[in-house]
């Protein structure tokens, strides 16, 4: 009986090996590095899927939005875009596109997941010329080829779960701090790594990198009273500025060697 029961523990203990040892592989398989900083996350979904998402969610916003690609300043656009996705280090065969929408009170500009990207009209004159815009762009490509996207949703998961297990009558409060310890800062951190990103990126296509603080700057003096940065999802402007100053002499480098690239005056 006792050598049934210990045979019994053996195979159980050989059951939980394995299956801890496939969870580990399929852990690992889930890590990817990002561009440029090297960093290691998790993050599970396939690259098609950062396809399929961005690209209906690109067709739910254009299908609201009005169109300004027949404007002169697209052509300035498309440009700039063309020239960094060409530098970029696109992780599965991203399907690149830009619109320019016509909205002149929204500063805004963004790249969905897979590569799907809207200029607005209202940053135009905060970019002032292709290369403030370049900044923008390079930030917003660093966002969909370091696939912040879908890893946020992986985070955003695993916080519910977390406060789901503990919250009973206490799940607000459980839910406020696990945003201000963890998905704010988070959301913080990728912020900073598409700031590196898009900064190496413009130096690639030969954009001044000098330019990117010059950009924040004026940022910084549209912006109004900003939220406190530990309350916000964005790192505040001189936070990006100083942090920015620290990349900017592997950017140089880069750009010192694709000056050629750089647009006539």
């Not at 010329?129 to 985070?155: F, K, N, P, W």
């Not at 310890?181 to 690639?204: F, Q, T, V």
């Not at 900003?226 to 402007?237: G, I, Y």
Request: with cysteine; charged share 20%; proline share 6%.
């Amino acid at each position: 009986m006792n050598g049934c029961v210990e045979t019994m523990r053996a195979r159980t203990g050989r059951g939980f090996y394995r299956l801890g040892l496939a969870a580990m592989l399929a852990i690992l398989g889930a890590c990817v590095t990002t561009p440029v900083t090297g960093r290691k996350a998790f993050n599970p979904f396939p690259i098609s899927d950062d396809k399929t998402i961005g690209a209906q969610g690109y067709a739910e916003v254009l299908k609201t939005s009005k169109l300004a690609d027949s404007r002169p300043e697209f052509a300035m656009v498309k440009r700039c875009v063309d020239r960094l996705t060409a530098v970029a280090d696109d992780p599965g065969g991203f399907e690149w596109e830009v619109h320019l929408i016509d909205d002149p009170k929204t500063v805004n500009a963004w790249c969905m997941p897979g590569g799907k990207m809207a200029v607005y009209t209202g940053i135009l004159p905060v970019t002032q010329d292709e290369t403030g815009l370049a900044v923008v762009m390079g930030h917003e490509i660093g966002h969909a080829v370091a696939r912040h996207g879908t890893e946020s949703i992986i985070q955003q998961t695993g916080l519910e779960f977390v406060v789901s297990l503990l919250g009973g009558q206490h799940a607000d409060q459980w839910g406020m701090v696990g945003n201000l310890a963890i998905s704010l800062p988070n959301s913080r951190s990728h912020e900073s790594e598409a700031d590196e990103i898009g900064l190496i990126y413009m130096a690639r296509a030969g954009y001044d990198p000098d330019k990117a603080i010059e950009f924040w700057q004026r940022m910084a003096a549209n912006s109004g009273g900003a939220p406190p940065e530990w309350l916000s999802t964005h790192p505040s402007d001189a936070t990006r500025i100083e942090d920015l100053k620290k990349h900017l002499k592997k950017a140089r480098a880069i750009y010192a060697g694709k000056k050629s690239w750089a647009p006539k005056p």
